[in-house]
Every structure is written in structure tokens, then in C-alpha cells.
């Protein structure tokens, strides 16, 4: 018998990647999920169907582009600060794509353009 209340963690579910999501969202205040999120998706990445991998492949990306745009806004700080500025639109940039990306998996959508730099 199977508790219909449990968390599916399966590669092969939606679950999984809103997980993914949510731990992204988490990492704003608590920092380290993002790290765990990024983890799971690379483990999850090639295991499921084409629309889980887009998610995946879209989840990867932000990980990856939000620590460089993070890097860089650092980087810019001493520069009238500058990377306060561009630390804020960072933010803003990995907010939307998160969101973005979990009302595609709701709708069952891919998520347009994974790979993209911008929004």
C-alpha cells in the first residue's frame, strides 16, 4: 500500500522538476538548495521524456547564468556601485525564469528557449 501524501522525487515525474523550482526559490533566502536543486537535475537529466528534459536542461541553465551574472555583479560593486544594480536585475532575471519555468511544467508546456540569456 502506497501513501498517496508522499513527495515523488522520480526523474520521470513533473514532481520532480517543480521540485527543482521550489529549491531554486528556496536558495534566495537559504542559499545551499540551489546546490541540491542543481544536483538533482543533472541526476535526472536523460531519464525523462522530452518535455522533463527541457525543464532539466532550462533548470542547468539558470544555475549556471545566475552564478555568473551573481559573479559578476560582485565583481562590478566597487564601480559606483554598479553590481548593486546588476546584482538586482540578476535577481529579478532568476526569479522570472523560475517562475516561467514552473507554470510551463504546470501547463505541460516545454519551457521557450532554455537556453536563453535574457527572459
Same mark, same amino acid.
Given at each position: 500500500? %502506497?501513501?498517496? +501524501?508522499?513527495?515523488? $522525487?522520480?526523474? /520521470? %515525474?513533473? @514532481? /520532480?522538476?517543480?521540485?527543482?523550482?521550489?529549491?531554486? !526559490?528556496?536558495?534566495? $533566502?537559504?542559499?545551499? %538548495?540551489?546546490?541540491?536543486?542543481?544536483?538533482? *537535475?543533472?541526476?535526472?537529466?536523460?531519464?525523462?521524456?522530452?518535455?522533463? =528534459? /527541457?525543464?532539466? #536542461? +532550462?533548470?542547468? #541553465?539558470?544555475? &549556471?547564468?545566475?552564478? !555568473?551574472?551573481?559573479?559578476?555583479?560582485?565583481?562590478?560593486?566597487?564601480?559606483?556601485?554598479? @553590481?548593486?544594480? %546588476?546584482?538586482?536585475? *540578476?535577481?529579478? &532575471?532568476?526569479?522570472?525564469?523560475?517562475?516561467?519555468?514552473?507554470? *510551463? !511544467?504546470?501547463?505541460?508546456?516545454?519551457? =521557450? +528557449?532554455?537556453?536563453? &540569456?535574457?527572459?
Amino acid at each position: 500500500m %502506497t501513501d498517496s +501524501n508522499q513527495i515523488s $522525487v522520480d526523474p /520521470n %515525474t513533473r @514532481g /520532480n522538476a517543480n521540485l527543482i523550482y521550489i529549491l531554486y !526559490l528556496v536558495a534566495i $533566502v537559504v542559499g545551499i %538548495t540551489s546546490i541540491v536543486g542543481l544536483v538533482m *537535475a543533472y541526476l535526472a537529466k536523460g531519464q525523462g521524456d522530452a518535455l522533463l =528534459e /527541457n525543464h532539466y #536542461n +532550462n533548470q542547468i #541553465n539558470i544555475f &549556471w547564468k545566475g552564478l !555568473l551574472y551573481s559573479v559578476v555583479s560582485v565583481i562590478l560593486i566597487p564601480i559606483l556601485g554598479l @553590481g548593486i544594480l %546588476t546584482g538586482l536585475a *540578476a535577481l529579478v &532575471w532568476y526569479i522570472v525564469r523560475c517562475v516561467k519555468g514552473m507554470q *510551463a !511544467l504546470s501547463a505541460g508546456q516545454p519551457v =521557450e +528557449n532554455p537556453g536563453s &540569456w535574457l527572459f
